[in-house]
Every structure is written in C-alpha cells, then in structure tokens.
C-alpha cells in the first residue's frame, strides 16, 4: 500500500492509495478527492458539524460496491470526534462527527466520497433543524420535472410565510430544504406537515406528482419523499460529492438560478461538477448559509 | 475484504511491538426477534416513558442519576463521566508473563482474536510459536470502548487470542456455599472416583449443539414454506389526510400559486 503523510493542524495522518481512480470511467483519482474536499472544506463543514456521519464508503471505486458504516470505526485516530447516539436496542452506537478539516480528510481517506447526515444535532437527535422534500424522479421523469415541482412547492410555502432553499441531489433529484432552527420542532411536526404537503402536491398535480412510495406509482412523476423527514433517515450533504461516473456535487442553486437553468431544457445544465462547485462556492459564498441560523416556525399544525 | 477489527494497534513488551487488529472470537447462537404490532404489523420502536406525565420523554430531557437511596439520586453529565474514562490506548503492553493453569477460569469475561497487521506477520508467528512452546500467557492492560481491562494474550492454535479477564473485585466470593466439613467415608469415595473413571473422555465441543436453536431453526424453516411472511406496511399516503386547518391553509395557497401561474 502507497503511504503519504500529510500534517494538518498539527496531527499527523497517513493517506494511502492517492493515485487509484475511484471514477474510472471519468478519470479522478483519490488524490483529487481529497484536493476537492480541502478546497469545498470552509463551505461543507458548518453544514456537517456536530452531526451523526454515515459513511457511503467505495474503496474500489464508483462502479465496484460500496457499503453504509453508521459506526465510527474503531480504527480511528484518537483525535476524531464522536457521539453517543441511542438505537432502537436501547445501546448507544458511537459515530463520527467530522467538525474538521482532518477528519474530513481522514473520512475521504477511507474512500466515503459520500456524507451523509441526519436532519438533527447529534447532541439533540429529537430535533429537526430543518424539514425536507426529497424530490426523486421516476425512471421515465427527469431533473426538469423536479425542478418544476420545486418551483410550486417554493410558492406553496412561501405563502405560507416559510422560506426555502434548494440543492441538487448531485444524481437525478433535487432537496427542497425549510429551514426551523427552533428547539420546539419535533420529527413528528415535520413529518405530517410534510406529508400533508405532499399529499396537497399530488392531489393538484396527478400527473407529475406522487406522494406514494411503490416504484409502480412513480413512473413519470416525482416522488416527493417526505418520510426522509425521521430520526433515523440521513441525507446526503450539501456539498458531497456523488458516487456516479462524473464527481457530480449535491450543490445548492439560488431559485432564480434553477428557474433560468430549468427553462433552458437541459437536464445536464442543472449538475455541477467538482471543479465548478468550488469555484462557484467562493465566488457566491455559501448559498446554504441561512439553513444554519433562519428560524422558522411551522404554521397550522 | 478483510474482517473489520473492533480495534488496532500495537501489541508490545520490552522491544518487540507487532500490530496487530482485534476480532471477535464468538457469534453468539442467539437467535433474535423482532417486537412487531400484532395489528398490523410494524415494527415498534421504544421510547422513553415519564410516567409522571405520562408523557414520551425526548433524549434532550433525558439525564443520568445514581441512586444512593431509594429515591435519592446523584446526577452526572456525560462531560463528567467522559473525565474519569480512560484515554484510548493505542498499544497492548504485556507487563508480565503468567501460567494460564493459574487462572481460575472464572475470572474469563470475553474471548477475542488478536489478527497480524501488514508487516507484521513474522513478529506475530514467532510470538505465537515461543508462547505455544513455554505455555505462558500475557498479561496486559487495555482500554477498549471507554473501559480498561486486564486482558490475557494467550497462543492457540497458530494464532493469538486476548480474553478480558475480570477484575478480583467483581468475583463474588464463595465461602458460604461450601458446606461444614464433614468427615468422608473411605467407601462413599471410592464409589465417586470409580463412578467419575467410567465416564472419562476426551473434551470434544463439536459432540454437543444448541439443541434449542437447530429447532426453532427447523421451525422457522418449516413455517417460511409454509405461508408467506406478514409484511409490514409502507408508511404511505392516505389523500386529503393531515391536520384540518393545514390542509385548508394549504388549499388556499394553492388556489393562489396556480392562479398566478
């Protein structure tokens, strides 16, 4: 194995295979994984601190398996945050929290070119900080009707006096997020304003909209999977890169933007790619910045 | 892939260090069940119940108390008992070297398997075959998951297993179950030894199973190819559900969203 140390803040850590290409079919190697988590770091570590990490680990690459660790692996370095977190069980699992620059680049060190993370605190697992919309296309719907059900939904709720903001899934969808910040919230608040939602959605828009699970319902439409809004549920990470032949980001758009782009007709137009995301990040500041601090209180429930 | 080890690290004494993973050496036969809702069959989840206010309590109203006396309680934060946890070793440092013929098998907690990490390969088979050869076993201090135990490093069969040993304090003493002595009659004896001789065998494991678990293995067999299993409800959309003055807010909205369309 091809050791390289790096030393960041002061610790030490070994980085090993920089050279293996984890898209082979795209050409990134792991080397530039860890240069484009590095540059996207100030941007994706507010969104990831303190909060419950699920690696979506592929050490062979994109195309090869890969496997979810919940767990914070025993292996790790003694520096590396963690969180007792309740299961079902009743016994606590540990997981990781990456909080810094190396931890982050210890996780992509274990090829998780995925983040994911819950919708609550690690600290407070009962509380949402945010509610989500899920947007996820049927085999034969694309990005541009998940745009177009993004667009009503920002409608729909800003009427109902809540600001929202949107992200690329990074693969075929897009994330409507409700930012709530408030300790008040439960998962339970989220969910059936969500679900209700969703049911309003696909009530007014049959041929486009689903609020049901089953695949057979989801054909054309979008799929508005509003039971991500749980305890137990992670989402991918705003700024994580996606595991798919291209190192595609889940990046936020500004609703002006997604309008523009989805009224060009090219679904490819909405993906960003790695170099892009970082450049665009510096050059418009971090679009997901009010999901960190606007608090906002769900009416009617 | 290699098995994941639950730690790594260093194993060491006077000059030699050989790195090395830690494996579990036991699956349990526990067969487990699910709790389902016998009505329709979901999985149920537990919850924290206060029932004082008869009410689920969320994880951030939940704190730790020690009870002194009934009743009476000694809180303590997760900041305080992370104080007194020991730091997280990194090595497994033999201080000394015991005949394992001296441990009372009841001070054995947990087995587990000591793995040879790359490099050091040689170091672990040499250690494996000196310790085999004079029969000794280490004896070691190690912090695993916020604990510190003593550990015995013994030498199987071309491998090396660690057991968490406990500690003298948590054995229960067992003076009081022995009875009076009382005098032995010579014949009464040699019925025993003679009746123990006619039984004597080879320890062999394999000879006996967890008669229990090969049955409700059958059983569950047998009732699979019998009927389909039930199956727990997708957490679906009902139409038009969801809290009355929501869905009305909503529908107003709506109106308003496709009329300005």
């Known amino acids: 194995m091809n050791r390289t140390f790096v030393e960041i803040s002061g610790r030490r850590l070994p980085l090993s295979n920089l050279e293996k290409d984890l898209y082979p079919s795209y050409g990134f190697t792991k080397a530039q994984i860890l240069e484009y988590y590095r540059g996207i770091a100030p941007f994706i570590l507010p969104h990831l601190r303190d909060r419950a990490l699920t690696f ?23 520096w590396v945050k963690t969180a007792e977190i309740p299961q079902d069980d009743g016994e606590p699992m540990t997981v990781c929290l990456i909080n810094d620059l190396e931890t982050l680049i210890w996780a992509e060190n274990l090829a998780s070119l995925e983040l994911h993370v819950p919708l609550a605190r690690a600290g407070s697992p009962g509380t949402p900080d945010s509610m989500v919309f899920d947007l996820d296309p049927g085999d034969q719907a694309t990005i541009l009707d998940c745009a177009r059900v993004a667009l009503v939904l920002r409608d729909l709720l800003s009427r109902l006096g809540l600001a929202t903001y949107v992200k690329t899934s990074g693969k075929k969808g897009l994330h409507v997020y409700v930012p709530l910040n408030r300790t008040e919230t439960t998962f339970e608040d989220t969910k059936t304003f969500s679900k209700t939602v969703a049911g309003i959605m696909q009530k007014h828009y049959p041929d486009l909209v689903t609020a049901k699970m089953a695949k057979t319902e989801r054909k054309a439409k979008v799929f508005i999977n509003w039971s991500q809004n749980d305890a137990s ?28 782009l989805a009224g060009l007709g090219d679904p490819e137009g909405l993906q960003v790619l790695h170099s892009e995301a ?8 971090d679009l997901f910045q009010e999901m960190l601090l606007k608090e906002q209180k769900l009416p009617h429930l | 892939m290699a098995v994941q080890g639950l730690w790594s690290g260093t194993i060491s004494f006077s000059l030699v260090a050989i ?70 070793s990194r090595t497994i440092e033999i201080v000394e070297f015991i005949d394992m013929k001296e441990v009372d098998p009841i001070y054995y907690d947990h087995p587990y398997y000591l793995v040879p990490s790359k490099g050091g390969e040689k170091a672990y088979q040499l250690l494996v075959e000196v310790m085999r050869r ?13 604990r510190e135990y003593l550990v015995a490093i013994t030498s199987g069969d071309g491998a090396l297993a660690l057991t968490t040993l406990h500690y003298s304090e948590e054995i229960l003493p ?22 123990i001789g006619q039984m004597i065998e080879d320890f062999n494991p394999g000879k006996y199973a967890d008669g229990r678990r090969q049955k409700l293995m059958d059983l569950l067999a047998a009732k699979a190819k019998e009927k ?25 909205s709506m109106r308003k969203v496709k009329k300005n369309r």
């Open chain 1, 233 to 260: 549920k992670t989402m991918v990470c705003v700024y994580s890169l996606r595991a798919r032949e291209k190192p595609i980001v889940s990046f936020p758009l500004k609703w002006g933007e997604l309008e523009n």
């Open chain 1, 56 to 78: 979506k680990r592929y050490p062979e690459g994109v195309e090869k398996d890969f496997f979810f660790e919940k767990r914070c692996p025993g292996h790790r370095p003694a």
């Open chain 2, 174 to 195: 067992d003076e009081d179950i022995s009875p009076k002595k009382g005098k032995i009659e010579v014949g009464e004896e040699n019925r025993i030894k003679k009746s």
């Open chain 1, 278 to 285: 970082v450049s665009k990040a510096i050059k418009k500041g």
């Open chain 2, 19 to 88: 790195p090395v993973r830690l494996v579990k050496a036991i699956e349990p036969g526990h067969v487990s069940f699910h709790l389902l809702h016998s009505k329709d069959y979901s999985r149920l989840s537990r919850r924290m119940f206060c029932p004082e206010e008869k009410k689920t309590v969320p994880p951030e109203e939940i704190v730790k108390g020690y009870e002194i006396v009934p009743g009476k309680y000694i809180l303590m934060t997760d900041e305080e008992l992370e104080s007194v946890s020991p730091e997280r």
């Open chain 2, 134 to 146: 004079t029969n000794k076993a280490g004896l070691a201090k190690f912090v695993l998951a916020e």
């Open chain 2, 228 to 252: 389909a299993p039930v199956e727990a409800p997708e957490v679906e959309q009902e139409e038009g559900e969801g809290p009355p003055d929501l869905v009305a807010a909503l529908e107003e």
